[in-house]
């Protein structure tokens, strides 16, 4: 079983920043992308960043030139440098990764960190 465990999450005043952390531990064969989604109150969950083993991101607008997604492939840990935080960058964050253990590929999803940015 393949655990995607997120830390990192908090309160923060506007302009500030935050860095969140999600580990993928368990037999992994391959995870490809990485990337971490954000579901706000009486929203879809939607987008923020993802990220390839090649290092290849992609970024949803509203987060283009002030978060900033790595990832560690030694360690199957993927990272979200937030900084310039908004008010409506309040939500909770999802890591999520595609991974392929023994049985094939798979879908996997962390808990969940809320990051809420004060005005």
């Known amino acids: 079983q393949v655990q995607l465990v997120e830390s990192g999450g908090g309160l923060v005043q506007a302009g500030g920043s935050l860095r969140l952390s999600c580990a993928a531990s368990?037999?992994?064969?391959?995870?490809?992308?990485m990337g971490w989604y954000r579901q706000a109150p009486g929203k879809q969950r939607e987008l923020v960043a993802d990220?390839?083993?090649?290092?290849?991101?992609n970024y949803a607008d509203s987060v283009k030139g002030r978060f900033t997604i790595s990832r560690d492939n030694t360690k199957n840990t993927v990272y979200l440098q937030m900084n310039s935080l908004k008010p409506e960058d309040t939500a909770v964050y999802y890591c999520?990764?595609?991974?392929?253990?023994?049985?094939?590929?798979?879908?996997?999803w962390g808990q969940g960190t809320q990051v809420t940015v004060s005005s």
């Open positions: 999520n990764a595609r991974y392929r253990d023994r049985r094939g590929w798979y879908i996997g």
């Open positions: 368990g037999t992994i064969f391959s995870i490809d992308p």
């Open positions: 990220i390839t083993s090649g290092k290849s991101t």
